[in-house]
């Protein structure tokens, strides 16, 4: 390139890249990584603290380099340790070998609970491996392999790097590897064998030995000692009398009407299955030498019981079938149903029209026979839906998705006032559930608004549980839209009707809520207004027509279904709440055109009055709509008190209704007419408490009405008269005198109205219908959306109860942050679905562990202990084996935790004899299958794994040379395992007068190095 | 002048009425101050672009009416509020008084609990100080609010404001990004974190 871009030089040396070839290119990519990463030169370390490749943690860097166009990619797995190791190259001892080496020998983390396999087998606290990068990939032919050993060997020469580099080989899931570390003088060579079928002098440790002896090939005689580390693993899979106690709800029992273990209103909680599928029992002889004890083809000191060591782990089964996590993913699976309500029951709808037309003789039949009229038992409302149920949807009661039993349980549970109309007879006072029992101020009652869901108590938390549990249980999504269409109706019955809808907090839509909340109380405010006018209406008659027309009056009675009686009662209620300023609500407000002919003398007046340039003249009409006096003051003018007038209620929002608000007053723009326009179009209610004001307070002025709606426009100042008397003086602020400002504007517009003459400034029949509309066209899937926050909360709430009963910590943990997440995601409109996925997920796995406690608990059989302490360790224990890979087990084989374990294996191994399965017994050959047949039932069955390590120290290849670890790794397969078991055999080799190492390693059926 | 624009922040200006807050606005977005301003009726709405740590952020600020009476209609627009400057007037003791009520109406209806607070003390300039800087400092610090003493008629402070209260929300990890852009808080789970790892790099079984 030099050359190129300098013609004129004379440089005559070139080097020549140019015919590099692909291998070569390999391997400096190899070397650059190494590089990158820092790994080259020489490291000291600390001898490795006993249990740190479990306590500490565990980092891994990748990137990816290629082989012509075959992708691999370079991981680096490494222990994090403190930074100062990395800093003391200087205090090397010369001669001292590469950490990865002082690693082989350090016996402090022999069989690590959770670590890389290559950590367990060789246990190295830093390595590198370089894999194929795609999963299917493999590295099969011997000579593929070689070439990538000598990349690495090369790699590692050229660097100086002493990092330990692993190529995987072969089928990924064979975990295949072989390696290499060098150091100064110094190489170690990382073998492996890998094989079907163990030969039989694997399978003890006097074999062991002999291949270990055989392959260092030791010219020394005798051999220094090798030391020994095993450890045993034995695995329980029949639990026999302990049945996983939890039965799946019966289907058929509520598929059939009967509403049987499971309550409305109420999540299931549990695993259907038994969430612990194994139990593995670890004993280990942790420092052995050579020729303490025996371990051959016929005898083995190695008790299981007298191992020093006991440690076990759970094997939890994976993804157990988990009732409340079923019912919250099929909620879920409901939000991405495509199909609108209509072409969910319509293509039911059309099947059965085709079904019928076929089947005239049937349909005659069916027109002459005299149908059985179905009863009802609920209430008015229900009697009205299924009239015009059947008539949109032209089919029979019995045809539909949710049977008529179900169905009137759950609009039970919903509308509970339904049921009282019923035994009642007549309408029950409307009573608002929510009002009556105040909310408990509990951090839990107020998730609602953290999740942005109801509370739980509300008809729309209800209505998500019910949802949900039809969704499951009763017919699906079809359920699902059966039962929405009836809430549907059931509201349009009650805006119709003036029955407010039980199960919401009165007032304004709480906007902390969810829209569909929100939705219904807006419906509740339009049916409470709508209501309250009618009866305001009513009372008007008979007011104005004391005796005359009792024609009308007596209509108006029959007409609300003989509750007359009630109403006057309400009316006075009504006054009453007059008195107090904020319960205001239950004033009406008539349309003009409503009150054409009940114009009295008031509204004449009013005119008058309010012709009169701004109201200042002195006014002789009678005053109306006054609330209460406002303390003491007095109008300016006539000098009469001054009184608050009953104002009209600003209208409810919904928050799409807000935000479209916003919109429309934000389109306006920021210029001087736009700011002028918005304020005109917010002036109504200022209007509207101006006329409020004029009607109550004949001859006012503005500065009166300033006086009471923005006291500090009113500017009162000391002054001294000319008589010499100190007056208070006072005059409206200098912006209220801005003239023509919307304010004056406002003032001279508006006439002595009472606010329950004035135009509605909330139109509630347009409102209530747009509700109800709205509700009309959602689909299944916008419902699910609108109720999955609630649909979680109480899943939440459920687990938080569940949890409460088995106190475990961590569980306490992740669901603080289950709801921490869920605040943070669900506040914001449209949460992405994999967010929402993730939630669920946590839950349903916050629901295993509990289901795994209970079942160890069950197993451990705590609730059956008596000593108090006892009890305390054990379920210590439990709780352990639920948050840690492996628990030592205290006390081995003798403690009590000790002998539970041995008394399940040998339940287990007892009905595994009594029960013996020929062909189980036919495929094995090992000897302590043959033992097990001979009669003599051991306490517990063959080792399912066999894990050796045989480490010395030899000088190799030459008596003079250095001496140098040597280890070997040995694991035996569970006895019935199928092809799938396999072993490995890690063969020395060496070069350079050095030093190799011997790992041979027989792995179980399972691996029990990751679970998570 | 949109296409650079890294986030929208919507802004409320609360406080009893005649402390100064559509002149506080009107200072900010048009540098301009007017001694006769008519009274604010219900809410009002400007827009500004600004440039904090070379981020342009637009603000929508919603300026709302102080009276007692509007208060049943304004606080519908509190909802998806970012930032909120609470102004009082620091001649008038009274209206310092009332910023209690002025925080417990932000608290009922605030969509959000993280919401930046910032405390204005407005009319410095004036003579007749009936509220000490230190107070206003106190009752910052107690409700963990940004304070700051401006003039809408002497520009002092006000620009500072706005740009301290953008800062901070800015720098709130998911106070904006996720409603703007979609991009929520990413749950940072160890333990998760961890099983994960240790599934994807130890047991590469199958």
């Known amino acids: 390139m030099a050359a190129d871009s300098e013609p004129e030089s004379d440089v005559f040396e070139i080097t020549d890249f140019t015919t590099a070839s692909e291998w070569e290119r390999f391997i400096s990519k190899i070397e650059e990584v190494l590089n990158d990463w820092k790994?080259?030169?020489?490291?000291?370390?600390?001898?490795?603290?006993?249990?740190?490749?479990?306590?500490?943690?565990?980092?891994?860097?990748?990137?990816?380099?290629?082989?012509?166009?075959?992708?691999?990619?370079?991981?680096?797995?490494?222990?994090?340790?403190?930074?100062?190791?990395?800093?003391?190259?200087?205090?090397?001892?010369?001669?001292?070998?590469?950490?990865?080496?002082?690693?082989?020998?350090?016996?402090?983390?022999?069989?690590?609970?959770?670590?890389?396999?290559?950590?367990?087998?060789?246990?190295?606290?830093?390595?590198?491996?370089?894999?194929?990068?795609?999963?299917?990939?493999?590295?099969?032919?011997?000579?593929?392999?070689?070439?990538?050993?000598?990349?690495?060997?090369?790699?590692?020469?050229?660097?100086?790097?002493?990092?330990?580099?692993?190529?995987?080989?072969?089928?990924?899931?064979?975990?295949?590897?072989?390696?290499?570390?060098?150091?100064?003088?110094?190489?170690?060579?990382?073998?492996?064998?890998?094989?079907?079928?163990?030969?039989?002098?694997?399978?003890?440790?006097?074999?062991?030995?002999?291949?270990?002896?055989?392959?260092i090939g030791c010219p020394l005689t005798p051999l220094p000692p090798v030391s020994i580390a095993i450890r045993l693993t034995y695995v329980l899979q029949d639990w026999l009398q302990y049945f996983w106690p939890q039965q799946p709800p019966d289907i058929d029992a509520l598929v059939g009407g009967e509403v049987g273990g499971l309550?409305?209103?109420?999540?299931?909680?549990?695993?259907?299955?038994?969430?612990?599928?194994?139990?593995?029992?670890?004993?280990?002889?942790?420092?052995?030498?050579?020729?303490?004890?025996?371990?051959?083809?016929?005898?083995?000191?190695?008790?299981?019981?007298?191992?020093?060591?006991?440690?076990?782990?759970?094997?939890?089964?994976?993804?157990?079938?988990?009732?409340?996590?079923?019912?919250?993913?099929?909620?879920?699976?409901?939000?991405?149903?495509?199909?609108?309500?209509?072409?969910?029951?319509?293509?039911?709808?059309?099947?059965?029209?085709?079904?019928?037309?076929?089947?005239?003789?049937?349909?005659?039949?069916?027109?002459?026979?005299?149908?059985?009229?179905?009863?009802?038992?609920?209430?008015?409302?229900?009697?009205?839906?299924?009239?015009?149920?059947?008539?949109?949807?032209?089919?029979?009661?019995?045809?539909?998705?949710?049977?008529?039993?179900?169905?009137?349980?759950?609009?039970?549970?919903?509308?509970?006032?339904?049921?009282?109309?019923?035994?009642?007879?007549?309408?029950?006072?409307?009573?608002?559930?929510?009002?009556?029992?105040?909310?408990?101020?509990?951090?839990?009652?107020?998730?609602?608004?953290?999740?942005?869901?109801?509370?739980?108590?509300?008809?729309?938390?209800?209505?998500?549980?019910?949802?949900?549990?039809?969704?499951?249980?009763?017919?699906?999504?079809?359920?699902?839209?059966?039962?929405?269409?009836?809430?549907?109706?059931?509201?349009?019955?009650?805006?119709?009707?003036?029955?407010?809808?039980?199960?919401?907090?009165?007032?304004?839509?709480?906007?902390?809520?969810?829209?569909?909340?929100?939705?219904?109380?807006?419906?509740?405010?339009?049916?409470?207004?709508?209501?309250?006018?009618?009866?305001?209406k009513k009372a008007n008659i008979t007011d104005r027509s004391p005796g005359g027309s009792s024609g009308d009056t007596g209509k108006a009675a029959d007409h609300s279904g003989g509750d007359y009686q009630k109403e006057t009662d309400k009316e006075k209620e009504v006054g009453k709440s007059w008195e107090s300023w904020s319960d205001s609500e239950e004033e009406f407000f008539e349309c003009l055109s409503d009150t054409e002919d009940l114009k009295g003398n008031g509204q004449e007046n009013g005119k008058k009055g309010g012709s009169k340039e701004g109201g200042k003249e002195f006014t002789n009409f009678k005053p109306e709509g006054r609330l209460h006096q406002h303390g003491k003051l007095t109008l300016l003018h006539p000098g009469e008190p001054l009184y608050i007038p009953v104002t009209q209620e600003p209208a409810p929002m919904t928050e799409d209704l807000l935000e479209e608000q916003s919109e429309v007053l934000a389109k306006l723009g920021t210029s001087a007419e736009g700011a002028h326009l918005r304020a005109r179009m917010q002036s109504a209610c200022l209007l509207s408490d101006m006329e409020s004001f004029k009607a109550a307070n004949p001859g006012c002025c503005l500065e009166d009405f300033v006086r009471w709606y923005s006291p500090r426009d009113y500017i009162e100042e000391e002054v001294v008269d000319e008589k010499g008397n100190v007056v208070i003086k006072g005059e409206l602020s200098a912006r209220m005198k801005i003239p023509s400002n919307m304010w004056v504007e406002a003032w001279e517009t508006a006439k002595p109205v009472p606010a329950r003459r004035q135009k509605r400034l909330f139109d509630d029949t347009r409102e209530a219908e747009k509700v109800l509309h709205y509700f009309a066209v959602q689909k299944p899937a916008d419902l699910a959306r609108h109720l999955l926050p609630c649909v979680i909360h109480a899943a939440v709430l459920k687990v938080k109860?569940?949890?409460?009963?088995?106190?475990?910590?961590?569980?306490?943990?992740?669901?603080?942050?289950?709801?921490?997440?869920?605040?943070?995601?669900?506040?914001?409109?449209?949460?992405?679905?994999?967010?929402?996925?993730?939630?669920?997920?946590?839950?349903?796995?916050?629901?295993?562990?509990?289901?795994?406690?209970?079942?160890?608990?069950?197993?451990?059989?705590?609730?059956?202990?008596?000593?108090?302490?006892?009890?305390?360790?054990?379920?210590?224990?439990?709780?352990c084996l639920l948050e840690q890979p492996e628990v030592s087990v205290v006390g081995a084989g003798r403690g009590p935790a000790g002998s539970i374990i041995h008394k399940l294996f040998v339940n287990a191994q007892r009905v595994a004899t009594m029960t013996p399965l020929d062909e189980e017994l036919k495929r094995s050959g090992s000897a302590d299958e043959r033992r097990l047949i001979s009669g003599a039932v051991a306490d517990f069955p063959p080792p399912a794994g066999r894990e050796v390590i045989l480490r010395t120290t030899v000088p190799r290849p030459a008596p003079y040379s250095k001496p140098l670890p040597q280890l070997s790794v040995a694991g035996e397969q569970a006895r019935w395992a199928p092809a799938a078991s396999v072993s490995v055999l890690t063969v020395p080799s060496f070069d350079r007068g050095c030093f190799s190492i011997c790992g041979c390693e027989m792995e179980p059926q399972e691996p029990f190095s990751s679970d998570t | 002048m949109d296409e650079d624009v890294l986030t929208t922040l919507k802004i409320l200006i609360i406080g009893e009425s005649g402390v100064g807050k559509s002149s506080l606005l009107l200072r900010f977005t048009d540098d301009t101050f007017d001694p006769e301003l008519a009274a604010t009726i219900g809410v009002d709405f400007k827009v500004k672009t600004i440039s904090v740590d070379g981020n342009k952020a637009k603000l929508a600020i919603w300026d709302t009416a102080g009276q007692e009476r509007f208060r049943t209609l304004t606080p519908s627009y509190y909802r998806g509020a970012q930032g909120v400057i609470l102004v009082y007037d620091v001649t008038r003791r009274e209206t310092f008084l009332k910023l209690d009520n002025w925080l417990n109406e932000l608290e009922t209806y605030c969509t959000r609990n993280d919401i930046v607070k910032m405390l204005v003390g407005n009319k410095i300039d004036k003579e007749n100080r009936e509220v000490d800087r230190n107070e206003g400092l106190k009752f910052a610090r107690k409700h963990s609010m940004l304070f700051i003493e401006a003039s809408a008629k002497t520009c002092d402070g006000v620009q500072c404001a706005f740009e301290e209260l953008v800062e901070k929300i800015i720098q709130t990890p998911g106070l904006w990004e996720s409603e703007n852009q979609n991009r929520g808080v990413k749950l940072s789970n160890k333990e998760e974190g961890y099983g994960g790892a240790g599934c994807g790099g130890y047991c590469s079984m199958l």
């Open chain 1, 801 to 879: 109860e569940e949890e409460t009963l088995e106190d475990i910590s961590s569980v306490k943990k992740i669901i603080k942050q289950i709801i921490s997440h869920s605040s943070k995601i669900l506040r914001f409109p449209n949460p992405e679905d994999k967010k929402l996925e993730e939630i669920i997920a946590q839950i349903m796995s916050v629901e295993a562990i509990i289901a795994r406690a209970r079942s160890l608990k069950a197993k451990f059989g705590i609730e059956k202990c008596e000593q108090e302490e006892e009890k305390e360790d054990l379920q210590r224990f439990v709780n």
């Open chain 1, 263 to 536: 309550e409305f209103g109420k999540l299931p909680f549990g695993a259907c299955e038994d969430p612990i599928s194994e139990l593995h029992l670890a004993t280990t002889w942790p420092h052995l030498t050579e020729g303490i004890i025996v371990d051959n083809d016929v005898y083995s000191d190695l008790d299981p019981i007298q191992a020093p060591q006991w440690s076990v782990r759970v094997r939890k089964a994976d993804n157990p079938q988990c009732l409340l996590g079923d019912f919250l993913t099929e909620f879920f699976k409901l939000c991405r149903r495509k199909e609108s309500t209509d072409e969910i029951l319509g293509r039911s709808a059309f099947e059965e029209d085709g079904k019928e037309t076929a089947d005239i003789s049937h349909a005659l039949s069916k027109l002459t026979e005299p149908a059985p009229v179905p009863i009802h038992k609920l209430s008015v409302t229900n009697m009205v839906h299924s009239a015009k149920k059947k008539i949109r949807k032209h089919r029979g009661v019995d045809e539909s998705p949710l049977n008529n039993e179900v169905l009137n349980a759950i609009l039970l549970f919903l509308f509970p006032d339904a049921a009282d109309k019923l035994t009642d007879g007549s309408e029950t006072r409307p009573t608002s559930s929510a009002g009556s029992n105040p909310p408990p101020e509990s951090e839990e009652y107020n998730l609602f608004s953290q999740f942005k869901s109801a509370p739980s108590d509300s008809l729309t938390y209800k209505l998500a549980l019910c949802l949900c549990m039809i969704n499951f249980y009763h017919g699906g999504v079809k359920g699902v839209v059966h039962l929405w269409q009836e809430f549907v109706l059931e509201m349009r019955y009650r805006w119709e009707n003036n029955y407010l809808i039980p199960g919401l907090a009165s007032g304004p839509p709480d906007l902390r809520c969810c829209l569909l909340h929100q939705k219904l109380q807006m419906l509740n405010c339009c049916i409470e207004r709508k209501k309250a006018r009618d009866e305001g």
């Open chain 1, 39 to 215: 790994l080259i030169g020489t490291f000291s370390g600390k001898p490795l603290e006993k249990g740190i490749y479990t306590s500490g943690v565990w980092e891994e860097k990748s990137d990816e380099i290629s082989f012509a166009d075959f992708k691999f990619s370079v991981t680096h797995h490494y222990l994090v340790q403190e930074s100062s190791d990395k800093d003391g190259k200087e205090e090397l001892v010369e001669d001292a070998l590469p950490l990865p080496m002082q690693d082989l020998l350090c016996m402090n983390n022999d069989f690590p609970p959770r670590a890389h396999c290559l950590v367990r087998w060789y246990g190295l606290r830093e390595f590198v491996v370089i894999a194929p990068a795609a999963n299917s990939d493999a590295v099969l032919s011997e000579s593929k392999c070689n070439l990538l050993l000598s990349s690495i060997s090369i790699g590692l020469g050229n660097t100086g790097c002493q990092v330990p580099l692993f190529v995987q080989i072969h089928h990924k899931w064979r975990r295949m590897y072989v390696g290499e570390c060098q150091g100064p003088g110094v190489r170690t060579d990382f073998e492996m064998v890998h094989l079907r079928k163990v030969p039989n002098q694997y399978t003890h440790l006097s074999g062991l030995l002999d291949i270990f002896k055989s392959k």
